[in-house]
């Protein structure tokens, strides 16, 4: 299990404080983020994912762009959305986009398809929040379409139809690897095994375990349905530092703001600390002392069964530099502990 497993790093360029503590330009915060996918690949991270949100607190509403300039600068890392909202995009494009990326970085792209958390990019790409499963359904279809190469023929009700239509530029190489991510979704899970895609489960909150019986469902369905299972992946959210009281520390203040903020949008109530260190303990959260957060990932590695982790390394306002620690630290400290508990079994 051990030599398939990868680990990698998600981030939404979740706008930062310079060092005077006053918010960064979406400019800068965009350069801060191929700066620090240039890091996750000279650390030997397997993956960096970037989150497209349409929101002033995320810089980032065009993964694929930001992708190509962390390609230029790399070498192996692979390079992915987390996710693209392909309800509100178009399929064609997205695939042309990526295919692009993919050109540009040598086979190294990968893109997260779901129907994303937040909503506003369904307003202000004109369209009605009533079809939003409809959308997902009929685009992904498409996308599908589009990943076996050749000519495509599709007709659904949210775009007009494709007849014998090449898409272009075709992968160079194989096919375009591309994930479905489940939030909470059965439906969801089962359309992942439809299309034979691997599944990216969003598991921001709560004890890892509750996932099991998505996990069960998706190896109940291949079963079933037929096909191969295919790589499993979790993304949460964590923050690594020297010491697990320096981790809780840093990550503290952004976090709060973070979850105040989207908790105020969608009436939750207001977080506290302790509920942080409670999430830290016994959910979803990766905070921490290398040690402790590599015990934590490894345990979830094997509770789920699951090929890919992608730890989500920013949370609100947090500085930069931090960051960039907690890459490092992640890369040069963690990873290799995870593969060393998971070899011993």
Same mark, same amino acid.
């Given at each position: ?12 360029? &979740?706008?930062?404080? &310079?060092?005077?503590? =006053? ?8 350069? @801060?983020?191929?700066? /620090? ?6 650390? !030997?991270? &397997? ?23 962390? #390609? ?30 993919? #050109? ?62 090449? +898409? ?8 375009? =690897? ?10 969801? +899970?089962?359309?992942? +095994? ?7 489960? #969003?598991?921001?909150? !709560? ?16 079963? /079933? ?8 992946? +979790? ?41 942080? *260190?409670?999430? #830290? ?28 982790? @992608?730890? *989500? ?11 960039? =620690? ?17 070899? /011993?079994?």
């Amino acid at each position: 299990m051990t030599d398939s497993v990868e680990l990698g790093l998600d981030t939404f360029g &979740d706008v930062t404080v &310079d060092e005077n503590g =006053k918010l960064k330009h979406h400019a800068q915060v965009l350069r @801060d983020v191929v700066e /620090q996918g240039v890091l996750a690949d000279q650390v !030997g991270i &397997d993956f960096i994912g970037l989150g497209e949100h349409h929101r002033d607190d995320f810089a980032i509403s065009s993964p694929e762009v930001v992708l190509s300039a962390i #390609a230029a600068r790399t070498s192996r890392i692979r390079l992915g959305s987390a996710v693209t909202v392909l309800s509100s995009d178009e399929p064609v494009r997205v695939f042309q986009r990526f295919s692009t990326l993919n #050109a540009i970085s040598n086979g190294r792209a990968e893109v997260i398809l779901g129907r994303g958390s937040f909503t506003e990019s369904f307003p202000l790409f004109g369209y009605n929040l009533n079809d939003y499963e409809t959308l997902f359904s009929e685009k992904l279809d498409l996308f599908a379409g589009l990943l076996k190469g050749g000519p495509v023929t599709w007709q659904g009700t949210v775009r007009p139809p494709l007849r014998d239509q090449m +898409v272009y530029p075709p992968i160079e190489n194989g096919s375009l =690897k591309t994930w479905v991510g489940v939030g909470g979704s059965p439906e969801s +899970v089962v359309r992942a +095994v439809n299309y034979g895609l691997p599944m990216m489960l #969003a598991i921001i909150g !709560g004890d890892p375990k509750r996932f099991l019986p998505f996990i069960d469902l998706y190896h109940r369905a291949v079963e /079933q349905l037929g096909g191969e299972v295919q790589p499993l992946g +979790v993304h949460s959210p964590g923050h690594v530092a020297e010491t697990d009281e320096q981790a809780l520390e840093e990550l503290w203040p952004g976090y709060e703001m973070l979850h105040n903020r989207i908790g105020g949008e969608r009436g939750w109530g207001r977080i506290t600390k302790d509920r942080m *260190k409670m999430e #830290a303990d016994m959910g979803s959260l990766y905070v921490g002392s290398p040690e402790t957060v590599a015990k934590k990932i490894a345990s979830t590695i094997k509770t789920l069964g699951i090929h890919r982790f @992608d730890m *989500k390394y920013a949370s609100g306002p947090m500085p930069h530099p931090t960051l960039m =620690k907690s890459i490092e630290l992640y890369g040069t400290k963690v990873m290799p502990m995870v593969k060393d508990i998971l070899a /011993q079994g």
